[in-house]
Nanobody, 125 residues
Framework: QLKLVESGGGLVQAGGSLRLSCAAS????????IGWFRQAPGKEREFVAG????????HYLDSVEGRFTISRDNVKDTVYLQMNSLKPEDTAVYYC??????????????????WGQGTQVTVSS
Protein backbone atom coordinates (compact mmCIF):
# COMPACT_ATOMS: atom_id res chain seq x y z
CA GLN A 1 0.00 0.00 0.00
CA LEU A 2 1.21 3.47 -0.87
CA LYS A 3 2.32 5.66 2.03
CA LEU A 4 2.62 9.42 1.56
CA VAL A 5 4.48 11.94 3.72
CA GLU A 6 4.07 15.69 3.31
CA SER A 7 6.81 18.21 4.03
CA GLY A 8 7.98 21.71 3.19
CA GLY A 9 5.50 23.82 5.08
CA GLY A 10 6.45 26.83 7.15
CA LEU A 11 5.84 30.47 7.95
CA VAL A 12 6.08 32.94 5.08
CA GLN A 13 5.05 36.53 4.48
CA ALA A 14 2.27 37.38 2.07
CA GLY A 15 3.61 37.42 -1.47
CA GLY A 16 6.22 34.79 -0.68
CA SER A 17 6.68 31.26 -1.95
CA LEU A 18 6.93 27.75 -0.60
CA ARG A 19 7.36 24.36 -2.22
CA LEU A 20 5.64 21.41 -0.63
CA SER A 21 6.72 17.83 -1.21
CA CYS A 22 4.72 14.63 -1.04
CA ALA A 23 7.07 11.66 -0.84
CA ALA A 24 5.69 8.21 -1.53
CA SER A 25 6.85 4.81 -0.45
CA UNK A 26 5.30 1.60 -1.67
CA UNK A 27 4.56 -0.07 -4.96
CA UNK A 28 3.57 1.46 -8.27
CA UNK A 29 3.55 5.14 -7.38
CA UNK A 30 3.20 6.03 -11.06
CA UNK A 31 -0.13 4.16 -11.21
CA UNK A 32 -1.83 6.79 -9.02
CA UNK A 33 -3.12 10.27 -9.57
CA ILE A 34 -2.09 12.57 -6.73
CA GLY A 35 -4.05 15.39 -5.16
CA TRP A 36 -3.16 18.18 -2.77
CA PHE A 37 -5.75 19.31 -0.24
CA ARG A 38 -5.84 21.79 2.61
CA GLN A 39 -7.78 22.42 5.77
CA ALA A 40 -7.87 25.78 7.49
CA PRO A 41 -8.95 26.16 11.14
CA GLY A 42 -12.72 25.87 11.47
CA LYS A 43 -13.17 24.99 7.81
CA GLU A 44 -13.70 21.81 5.87
CA ARG A 45 -10.90 20.16 3.97
CA GLU A 46 -10.80 21.26 0.34
CA PHE A 47 -9.19 20.17 -2.90
CA VAL A 48 -6.31 22.38 -4.06
CA ALA A 49 -4.61 20.68 -7.02
CA GLY A 50 -4.52 17.32 -8.78
CA UNK A 51 -2.12 15.60 -11.16
CA UNK A 52 -2.72 12.59 -13.36
CA UNK A 53 -0.29 9.68 -13.16
CA UNK A 54 1.92 11.16 -15.89
CA UNK A 55 1.71 14.76 -14.75
CA UNK A 56 0.43 15.73 -18.18
CA UNK A 57 -3.03 16.64 -16.88
CA UNK A 58 -3.60 18.91 -13.90
CA HIS A 59 -6.50 20.70 -12.24
CA TYR A 60 -6.65 23.49 -9.68
CA LEU A 61 -8.95 25.17 -7.21
CA ASP A 62 -10.00 28.45 -8.82
CA SER A 63 -8.48 30.57 -6.08
CA VAL A 64 -4.99 29.09 -6.57
CA GLU A 65 -5.01 28.86 -10.38
CA GLY A 66 -2.00 30.76 -11.73
CA ARG A 67 -0.28 30.88 -8.35
CA PHE A 68 0.19 27.20 -7.52
CA THR A 69 1.74 24.51 -9.69
CA ILE A 70 1.55 20.78 -9.10
CA SER A 71 4.24 18.57 -10.59
CA ARG A 72 5.56 15.08 -10.07
CA ASP A 73 8.74 13.09 -10.46
CA ASN A 74 7.89 9.42 -10.96
CA VAL A 75 11.55 8.44 -10.62
CA LYS A 76 11.81 10.03 -7.19
CA ASP A 77 8.24 9.01 -6.27
CA THR A 78 7.51 12.58 -5.23
CA VAL A 79 4.84 15.14 -6.02
CA TYR A 80 5.44 18.85 -5.49
CA LEU A 81 3.22 21.84 -4.96
CA GLN A 82 4.95 25.10 -5.82
CA MET A 83 3.07 27.93 -4.17
CA ASN A 84 3.79 31.50 -5.26
CA SER A 85 2.20 34.83 -4.38
CA LEU A 86 0.92 33.36 -1.14
CA LYS A 87 -1.94 35.05 0.65
CA PRO A 88 -3.04 34.88 4.30
CA GLU A 89 -6.11 32.92 3.18
CA ASP A 90 -3.78 30.14 1.99
CA THR A 91 -2.96 29.42 5.63
CA ALA A 92 -3.89 25.80 6.32
CA VAL A 93 -2.59 22.31 6.89
CA TYR A 94 -1.80 20.84 3.49
CA TYR A 95 -2.22 17.15 2.71
CA CYS A 96 -1.57 14.94 -0.28
CA UNK A 97 -3.37 11.76 -1.21
CA UNK A 98 -3.27 9.12 -3.94
CA UNK A 99 -6.25 8.36 -6.15
CA UNK A 100 -6.61 4.90 -7.65
CA UNK A 101 -7.92 6.34 -10.94
CA UNK A 102 -4.63 7.31 -12.56
CA UNK A 103 -6.26 9.86 -14.87
CA UNK A 104 -8.30 11.65 -12.21
CA UNK A 105 -7.31 15.29 -11.73
CA UNK A 106 -10.41 16.72 -10.02
CA UNK A 107 -10.82 15.10 -6.62
CA UNK A 108 -12.82 15.50 -3.45
CA UNK A 109 -11.82 14.79 0.15
CA UNK A 110 -14.64 12.24 0.30
CA UNK A 111 -12.74 10.14 -2.26
CA UNK A 112 -10.30 9.10 0.49
CA UNK A 113 -10.60 7.09 3.70
CA UNK A 114 -7.38 8.08 5.43
CA TRP A 115 -5.00 11.00 5.62
CA GLY A 116 -1.42 11.64 6.64
CA GLN A 117 -0.13 14.20 9.13
CA GLY A 118 -0.01 17.05 6.65
CA THR A 119 2.31 20.05 6.70
CA GLN A 120 1.40 23.45 8.14
CA VAL A 121 1.55 26.51 5.92
CA THR A 122 1.16 29.88 7.61
CA VAL A 123 1.08 33.09 5.61
CA SER A 124 1.41 36.31 7.57
CA SER A 125 0.02 39.61 6.34
Amino acid sequence: QLKLVESGGGLVQAGGSLRLSCAASGPRFSYYAIGWFRQAPGKEREFVAGSSWSGMRTHYLDSVEGRFTISRDNVKDTVYLQMNSLKPEDTAVYYCNAHTDPDRVAMAPADFDSWGQGTQVTVSS
